[in-house]
């Protein structure tokens, strides 16, 4: 399904070797997809670069110029290979330096005498942006223009998106409907599946096979904005597998 013309859309942005090497298991993007969901924002894309400037950079000028909110997590913490903060800056064309701002929220962890230069490299924000709170760490995330920066820790991205999703324009919430096709393979009704997708074009509709404790099954989901559109073709769904499985 395509989005629509006044939907509110969303890209995601993992920044990190890590993520890439696997020595780090994802666990953000399933965090943000639901949390966006909820709010009636369509995630459309979600990108995956390691920590290299020049890839970082063009990614993000292309999803937050195709999107109406980019989301990004990893490379703001204190080490050297932390560089999302100055891409970010780079992708927007402003300075960046030490914000007080954010010195300040360091300074309600660490002592003074204690806020080195590498722990200072967490309190770098592009000027022009504002600062995304956050109570576990203290080191901030921000916000520039429709560009949210986050960190990779899962505990302190649900802090930081819980911070800021108040602040974001949602859509109409996506409803979502299971038919259940037990026993029905897949190629049996994909054609008749596929006519009624076509039929229903504000409908996403996607077949999906999975083992279950009673075997395997295949469930039909559809999903849609319109509650009018999503019955309909929810009623031509069980239609046809009520069809096949007589």
């Given at each position: 399904?395509?989005?629509?013309?006044?939907?509110?859309?969303?890209?995601?942005?993992?920044?990190?070797?890590?993520?890439?090497?696997?020595?780090?298991?994802?666990?953000?993007?399933?965090?943000?997809?639901?949390?966006?969901?909820?709010?009636?924002?369509?995630?459309?894309?979600?990108?995956?670069?390691?920590?290299?400037?020049?890839?970082?950079?063009?990614?993000?000028?292309?999803?937050?110029?195709?999107?109406?909110?980019?989301?990004?997590?990893?490379?703001?913490?204190?080490?050297?290979?932390?560089?999302?903060?100055?891409?970010?800056?780079?992708?927007?064309?402003?300075?960046?330096?030490?914000?007080?701002?954010?010195?300040?929220?360091l300074l309600e962890r660490h002592k003074p005498e204690?806020?080195?230069?590498a722990r200072l490299r967490m309190a770098r924000i592009?000027?022009?942006?504002?600062?995304?709170?956050?109570?576990?760490?203290?080191?901030?995330?921000?916000?520039?223009?429709?560009?949210?920066?986050?960190?990779?820790?899962?505990?302190?991205?649900?802090?930081?998106?819980?911070?800021?999703?108040?602040?974001?324009?949602?859509?109409?919430?996506?409803?979502?409907?299971?038919?259940?096709?037990?026993?029905?393979?897949?190629?049996?009704?994909?054609?008749?599946?596929?006519a009624i997708a076509k039929r229903y074009d504000t409908?996403?509709?996607?077949?999906?096979?999975?083992?279950?404790?009673?075997?395997?099954?295949?469930?039909?989901?559809?999903?849609?904005?319109?509650?009018?559109?999503?019955?309909?073709?929810?009623?031509?769904?069980?239609?046809?597998?009520?069809?096949?499985?007589?």
């Amino acid at each position: 399904m395509n989005a629509e013309p006044d939907s509110v859309t969303a890209a995601i942005l993992v920044i990190g070797d890590e993520i890439l090497s696997g020595r780090t298991k994802d666990k953000n993007i399933g965090t943000i997809a639901d949390y966006l969901t909820a709010a009636g924002i369509d995630l459309r894309e979600v990108r995956i670069v390691p920590d290299e400037a020049e890839m970082i950079v063009e990614a993000i000028n292309a999803l937050r110029a195709r999107y109406t909110y980019l989301f990004t997590t990893g490379g703001i913490g204190p080490t050297h290979d932390d560089i999302t903060a100055d891409c970010v800056a780079q992708a927007f064309g402003v300075e960046i330096d030490v914000d007080e701002r954010a010195r300040a929220m360091l300074l309600e962890r660490h002592k003074p005498e204690d806020l080195n230069e590498a722990r200072l490299r967490m309190a770098r924000i592009p000027f022009g942006a504002d600062l995304i709170a956050n109570p576990i760490s203290k080191a901030p995330g921000f916000r520039i223009g429709n560009v949210m920066v986050m960190a990779g820790v899962p505990a302190i991205m649900q802090v930081m998106l819980d911070a800021v999703g108040p602040t974001l324009r949602g859509g109409a919430a996506m409803q979502s409907v299971t038919v259940e096709a037990k026993g029905v393979p897949e190629g049996t009704y994909a054609g008749d599946l596929g006519a009624i997708a076509k039929r229903y074009d504000t409908v996403s509709i996607g077949s999906y096979p999975m083992m279950t404790p009673e075997g395997f099954r295949n469930r039909i989901v559809a999903r849609a904005r319109d509650p009018e559109a999503l019955a309909a073709a929810v009623a031509e769904i069980e239609a046809l597998v009520a069809r096949l499985t007589a």
